[in-house]
């Protein structure tokens, strides 16, 4: 009997262990001798302490040996939970999870297509979609809502995720305030800090100010987060030509540069608390002076900074796909957001962000959302592999078929029937049928397509809730 041979999973590399200790030593040598700028007194204090030094003009230098010791006490792995406590993402590995993006200041329109400032009904939406979306692994605001207070934006749409899914979510706060609201929220919801410390359902994202410059709200996020073990990304805002320099090394040098001393601090803060690796390096495009969600290098860097985890620091990475810098669901958005999924996923990033953007990120879409989501299954069945055993090399059904008849055909074959639904990727958006059906369907596009079934899903999907949540929610 053959013996099951284990599937060989498609892989994308882009550095050898030479090219990513280069990279990684220039940032060591940028935080050595350039330095940074810290506006949290605190925070200063602390790095002060630990063998950190500051020169006349207020830059902050850091020693090699503190970063080593930030990466090694960095968990390698650990789980987000989804609101009802069962695991949803371990973070670990080759693992893959895709989720949406944040603060857009446009959206698409699901009825009438019109290009909009958001409510903050758009962000349920977008959530409710996220929780019945198969192949989407967590939800972030998708906007930032005008018909909320300044103030309040970032706690109600935390409350409005919570509300219309029970998948994970990635939350955006200002400040120290507000980031405290959202976590007593979410403590509410899952029945108290013990509780919220053991199941995260949550996870933050945040910015340092490229190049090097680390404001106080910042650092108090990234302090709060540490204390409380919610998992945290501090992506660099690194974009080549814009935030860093033109040249794709010297930006993803200075994205290391930043994000390590994110890494240093939250790991001074509280040795062991789980953090997202996020350098982040996309590019200015110099001939409109917008920074690029569909270019090719932004998934060339994230494929490299993926090698980098691998050799040099195997902490969970984030990065981005399914993106666009059309203005519409088109030919240029389909081919920008594949080619950003299959290559996220071919280099094996853990956390995806940012699917459904267009408009180089000003605008969201639940059309490109739902697209994405195709695609995403797409990719995941090709990086998975060919497996290779008894049942898939089917000699005993080559030999059945193949001597039954004349005009034999596999198609009736009872392994055919038993095996059709997993052997093969069966698409719902993407049209395949005869052009005879397609033109009795009503001759539909793709956008067409995903449109209806956006609507479909938001008027049917019931979102899963414990009472614990309910209650929460009735009571905000």
């Known amino acids: 009997m053959l013996q099951d041979v284990t599937t060989f999973h498609p892989r994308l590399k882009v550095f050898n262990k ?44 850091m020693p090699e040996a503190l970063v080593e010791n930030a990466v090694m006490s960095a968990p390698k792995k650990y789980v987000i939970y989804d609101q009802t406590g069962n695991p949803a993402m371990p973070l670990e590995g080759d693992n893959c999870f895709f989720g949406t993006g944040s603060d857009t200041i ?14 903050l009904a758009d962000t349920g939406n977008f959530a409710k979609l996220v929780d019945a979306l198969p192949n989407m692994d967590f939800s972030m605001s998708m906007g930032n809502p005008e018909d909320v207070d300044i103030e309040q934006i970032y706690v109600r749409a935390f409350e409005e995720m919570v509300r219309n899914s029970n998948k994970p979510i ?45 404001p106080k709200n910042v650092m108090e996020k990234l302090v709060f987060c540490a204390e409380k073990e919610i998992p945290i990304c501090l992506p660099s805002g690194c974009n080549a030509g814009g935030g860093g320099p033109v040249t794709l090394a010297g930006a993803m040098a200075q994205g290391i540069a930043e994000n390590l001393v994110g890494l240093v601090i939250h790991q001074l803060a509280n040795k062991g608390a789980p ?6 390096v996309s590019v200015l495009d110099m001939k409109h002076t917008v920074v690029s969600y569909g270019c090719t290098e932004w998934s060339l860097t994230q494929a490299a900074f993926a090698d980098m985890r691998d050799e040099l ?68 069945y090709f990086v998975e592999g060919i497996p290779v055993n008894e049942q898939t090399l089917a000699l005993d059904v080559i030999d059945r078929v193949s001597k039954s008849a004349e005009n034999a055909i596999f198609l009736s074959d009872p392994h055919t029937f038993a095996h059709f639904r ?3 990727l069966m698409p719902e958006l993407m049209d395949r049928s005869r052009f005879e059906s397609w033109e009795k369907q009503g001759k539909t596009d ?22 614990r949540a309910e209650e929460t929610l009735a009571a905000l």
């Open 106 to 119: 446009f959206t698409m329109d699901l009825e009438t297509g019109e290009r909009r400032r958001p409510v």
């Open 422 to 424: 997993t052997a093969h």
């Open 18 to 61: 030479k090219q990513a200790m280069a990279i990684h030593d220039a940032a060591l040598k940028i935080l050595a001798t350039t330095g940074f700028r810290m506006e949290h007194d605190q925070v200063l204090e602390m790095l002060l302490d630990n063998g950190c030094s500051m020169d006349k003009d207020n830059r902050v230098t």
């Open 275 to 280: 953090f997202l690796f996020a350098p982040n």
């Open 446 to 467: 793709l956008f067409t397509r995903c449109n209806e079934k956006a609507k479909a899903l938001l008027s049917s999907h019931e979102v899963q809730k414990t009472t």
């Open 313 to 380: 620091y195997q902490i969970p990475i984030w990065s981005f796909a399914g993106s666009t810098d059309s203005k519409v669901i088109d030919a240029q958005a389909g081919a920008e957001g594949m080619l950003s999924i299959v290559t996220a996923m071919l280099s094996r990033c853990n956390v995806i962000h940012d699917v459904g953007y267009i408009e180089s990120g000003h605008t969201s879409s639940l059309e490109m959302l739902t697209m994405a989501d195709e695609m995403v299954a797409m990719a995941r």
């Open 170 to 214: 990635c939350f955006i706060a200002d400040s120290g305030r507000d980031i405290k609201q959202i976590y007593d929220i979410a403590c509410a919801v899952v029945g108290g800090e013990e509780a919220l410390r053991k199941k995260p359902f949550l996870f933050n994202y945040s910015e340092a100010i490229s190049p090097l410059l680390f």
